[in-house]
């Protein structure tokens, strides 16, 4: 009876050893469950506000950043229109470069218009004065002097509202110091052109050739300047992607107009982000360039993501302190639309078992 009680004493002892040789040599992966929300790469929206201003926002999701941000605000007393491209509704995709819409301004076109007269005149004079031939040339002149007079007097009905204005601060300073510049260049054209009506008599100079050069030189400068301000006015994709097709409602939850309207959004989903939360007391264990697996996708092909940042802030989600990590999933995203929620394991590698037990043992004490 003895013999067997020891026995069973020294199997008892063997395997308690042979339990605690384990627990120091056995290795178990050890995982992090967690829940996180998609989100885009990048993503690029289109709003308007109340009183019609255009802002583009591009946000670099990657980068937790706004990589630009563009206001256009439209001058007042202005016509100015925006025409967006119904054909990028139709499109499955969207690449760089794809015209959004196009924002048209009246004071622009009408100064161009403006200016492309007065370059042909200047040519056609131009043509007079190397040709030799002296028709009506005063006559001309006055008919050119009193074009430039009534573009100057315009002008100043124009500059006199703006001025009015900016002293009530209601034009920014720039749109003052424009309407004040064209106020001085069509001055200046009507003394020009004054000039010209009392010199014409005479006939052409080397002077006036040369004037006339240099005015063309200037129109056309002008009318390069005015085309290149209107093309800018053209709303491309800045990358290629794909449009958000998304219902939204322009009030608030009061039912108040909102602020800003969200006009369309484009999304680049060429990898996809997902942001998960995990608990403060558990951080340690995992670190950028880590694994996340995300199961499978809709063909049954895995999912699984890299970890590109780690916030270095805790926040409190649900009276919990957690640390929000992001990963990133370059493949296989067939079926994965951002918004939606994604179940995740954070892999921390593999662990002695006696470690795990004390993991375990630390999660049920921080519960």
């Known amino acids: 009876m003895q013999l067997n009680r020891k026995l069973v004493n020294i199997i008892i002892i063997v395997f308690l050893l042979l339990a605690v040789v384990l627990l120091f040599v056995i290795k178990v992966p050890y995982t992090i469950n967690t829940r996180g929300v998609v989100y885009p790469v990048k993503e690029w929206t289109l709003n308007k506000t109340t009183d019609g201003n255009l802002i583009q926002i591009l946000r670099n999701n990657r980068d937790n950043s706004i990589s630009e941000y563009t206001v256009c605000e439209f001058f007042r007393g202005d016509a100015t229109e925006f025409r967006i491209n119904r054909n990028i509704f ?22 161009l218009l403006e200016i492309e007269r007065k370059l042909e005149a200047e040519k056609k004079l131009l043509e007079i004065y190397t040709s030799g031939e ?98 800018s006015n053209t709303i491309k994709a800045p990358f290629d992607g794909i449009l958000v097709k998304q219902k939204k409602s322009n009030r608030d939850m009061n039912g108040n107009v909102l602020a800003v309207e969200e006009i369309l959004k484009i999304v680049d989903i060429s990898s996809l982000l997902v942001v998960l939360p995990v608990e403060f007391f558990e951080s340690k264990y995992f670190k950028e360039g880590g694994r996340v697996d995300f199961g499978t996708n809709d063909n049954g092909m895995p999912l699984v993501g890299e970890i590109i940042e780690i916030d270095n802030i805790v926040q409190i989600l649900k009276r919990r302190q957690v640390v929000f990590i992001t990963a990133e999933i370059k ?37």
Request: with cysteine.
């Open 90 to 111: 139709n499109k499955k995709s969207i690449s760089e470069g794809d015209t959004i819409g196009l924002i048209y301004s009246n004071e622009d076109y009408f100064r």
């Open 134 to 231: 002296k028709p009506e040339i005063v006559q001309y002149y006055k008919e050119l002097s009193a074009l430039a007079l009534e573009a100057w007097n315009s002008q100043k009905k124009i500059f006199d509202r703006v001025e009015r204005l900016f002293k009530d601060s209601l034009i920014a300073r720039n749109d003052y110091d424009i309407a004040y510049n064209e106020l001085k260049l069509k001055e200046h054209a009507y003394k020009i052109a004054e000039s010209n009506v009392q010199s014409a008599a005479s006939g052409a100079k080397e002077e006036q050739i040369n004037l006339s050069k240099s005015m063309i030189e200037s129109y056309e400068f002008q009318r390069k300047q005015l085309d290149a301000k209107i093309m």
């Open 331 to 367: 493949e296989n995203t067939e079926g994965v639309y951002f918004n939606m929620f994604l179940d995740g394991e954070v892999e921390c590698g593999d662990i002695k078992l006696s470690e795990y037990f004390l993991r375990l043992f630390n999660m049920v004490t921080e519960n």
